[in-house]
């Protein structure tokens, strides 16, 4: 169903208020059936837990218009086009800004191939090489754009579409020396970010972005990493993820080559080539958005709100131990939770934890 002009405003908005999160995203979006109706209730919703205010509507207009100048595509969740494996991430993110051609999205499969920004030259070649494979055998081949492994492989997957996620908006085009490379992804592939346009990456984005790479596909192949490595956290995403996770070995005496051994060691699928990749989807898989955990919304008054409070640490707690801990319904203490990470009194996490 395409969703109302009103109603992407309202979504956008929604995102982009301080302690809405993908989860507390989706949460209202259950409690309240709509992004519009979860707006018109926000005041009520903040007012007896904290003091919270939407994200301004001037500010919304302005991201809108920012993507309008560069000629990028805003996708939200919901939309008939937002990418399905993406949808099978618990949760998935709210917003993605896409410039090129976001029909690599979902045209055909998705595979990641990431690794070390200083890499060496056999491992630049193997990730060319592979990643060109891969784009013949009618992979999308989705990488960050970083230096090194990341950049060899939309060089090599450029002929057949190739998607970079990064982790400022779809213009912040680093590192700076990939600037040509950008251009050429904007005109044969793909950008996506879930930054706003004009946004400058941070360290905490790339966490944000790396989980997205490993979101988008079926499964992520890392060609050189040390054993404290970004691509070996894209990696751990995509096993939490259900992917499939592949390495290319290397030799012991190159630290680039621990991180991919190491992956080998711990049940990752060894990947000398694309027939290894394609041996390991010889049966074919589909994924599906996992089940959704909507409870019935009930009003919590005042006091069970503050009795939920105070039950909370920092360590996360399942949300339905909480109900049992307070003899409260767990519809009201979802919605009592809801509120209360509204205005930062709680922390909504994956799989129903909760924290303070």
């Given at each position: 169903?395409?969703?109302?002009?009103?109603?992407?405003?309202?979504?956008?908005?929604?995102?982009?208020?301080?302690?809405?999160?993908?989860?507390?995203?989706?949460?209202?979006?259950?409690?309240?059936g709509?992004?519009?109706?979860?707006?018109?209730a926000?005041p009520?919703l903040?007012?007896r837990?904290?003091?919270?205010?939407?994200?301004?509507?001037?500010?919304?207009?302005?991201?809108?218009?920012?993507?309008?100048?560069?000629?990028?595509?805003?996708i939200?969740?919901?939309?008939?086009?937002?990418?399905?494996?993406?949808?099978?991430?618990?949760?998935?993110?709210p917003?993605?800004?896409?410039?090129?051609?976001?029909?690599?999205?979902?045209?055909?499969?998705?595979?990641?191939?990431?690794?070390?920004?200083?890499?060496?030259?056999?491992?630049l070649?193997?990730?060319?090489?592979?990643?060109?494979?891969?784009?013949?055998?009618?992979?999308?081949?989705v990488?960050?754009?970083?230096?090194?492994?990341?950049?060899?492989?939309?060089?090599?997957?450029?002929?057949?579409?190739?998607?970079?996620?990064?982790g400022g908006?779809?213009?912040?085009?680093?590192?700076?020396?990939?600037a040509?490379?950008h251009?050429?992804?904007?005109?044969?592939?793909?950008?996506?970010?879930?930054?706003?346009?004009?946004?400058?990456?941070?360290?905490?984005?790339?966490?944000?972005?790396?989980?997205?790479?490993?979101?988008?596909?079926?499964?992520?192949?890392?060609?050189?990493?040390?054993?404290?490595?970004?691509?070996?956290?894209?990696?751990?995403?995509?096993?939490?993820?259900?992917?499939?996770?592949?390495?290319?070995?290397?030799?012991?005496?190159?630290?680039?080559?621990?991180?991919?051994?190491?992956?080998?060691?711990?049940?990752?699928?060894?990947?000398?080539?694309?027939?290894?990749?394609?041996?390991?989807?010889?049966?074919?898989?589909?994924?599906?958005?996992?089940?959704?955990d909507?409870?019935?919304?009930?009003?919590?008054?005042?006091?069970?709100?503050?009795?939920?409070?105070a039950?909370?640490?920092?360590?996360?707690?399942?949300?339905d131990?909480?109900?049992r801990?307070?003899?409260?319904?767990?519809?009201?203490v979802a919605?009592?939770?809801?509120?209360?990470?509204?205005?930062?009194?709680?922390?909504?996490?994956?799989?129903?934890?909760?924290?303070?």
């Amino acid at each position: 169903m395409t969703l109302t002009a009103g109603e992407r405003f309202a979504r956008l908005r929604l995102a982009r208020t301080d302690r809405v999160g993908p989860v507390a995203f989706r949460q209202l979006l259950q409690r309240f059936g709509s992004a519009e109706a979860a707006v018109e209730a926000w005041p009520r919703l903040t007012a007896r837990v904290g003091d919270a205010g939407l994200c301004p509507s001037a500010e919304v207009q302005s991201e809108l218009d920012a993507g309008a100048a560069i000629g990028a595509r805003l996708i939200l969740l919901g939309d008939p086009d937002y990418p399905p494996a993406l949808a099978a991430v618990d949760p998935p993110p709210p917003v993605l800004w896409t410039l090129g051609d976001p029909e690599l999205l979902v045209r055909r499969p998705c595979i990641a191939v990431v690794g070390a920004r200083v890499a060496s030259a056999g491992g630049l070649r193997i990730a060319r090489g592979l990643a060109a494979q891969l784009g013949e055998a009618g992979w999308t081949v989705v990488s960050g754009l970083a230096r090194g492994i990341d950049g060899a492989a939309h060089e090599g997957a450029l002929p057949s579409g190739t998607v970079a996620v990064l982790g400022g908006g779809v213009d912040d085009v680093y590192p700076p020396d990939h600037a040509d490379l950008h251009r050429r992804l904007v005109l044969e592939g793909c950008v996506v970010s879930e930054r706003p346009p004009g946004a400058r990456a941070q360290a905490k984005d790339f966490p944000r972005r790396n989980r997205i790479i490993a979101g988008l596909c079926r499964g992520v192949i890392v060609v050189e990493a040390e054993l404290r490595s970004g691509s070996l956290i894209t990696a751990r995403q995509a096993a939490d993820q259900g992917r499939e996770v592949f390495a290319v070995p290397g030799s012991p005496l190159d630290p680039r080559s621990r991180g991919t051994n190491d992956l080998i060691r711990n049940g990752a699928a060894l990947c000398e080539g694309v027939d290894d990749v394609e041996r390991a989807f010889s049966t074919l898989r589909t994924l599906s958005e996992p089940p959704v955990d909507a409870p019935d919304y009930e009003e919590p008054d005042d006091a069970l709100i503050e009795q939920v409070a105070a039950l909370l640490s920092p360590t996360p707690t399942p949300r339905d131990e909480l109900a049992r801990a307070v003899g409260a319904p767990a519809g009201a203490v979802a919605a009592a939770l809801l509120e209360l990470s509204l205005v930062g009194r709680a922390t909504l996490l994956p799989g129903g934890l909760v924290s303070a």
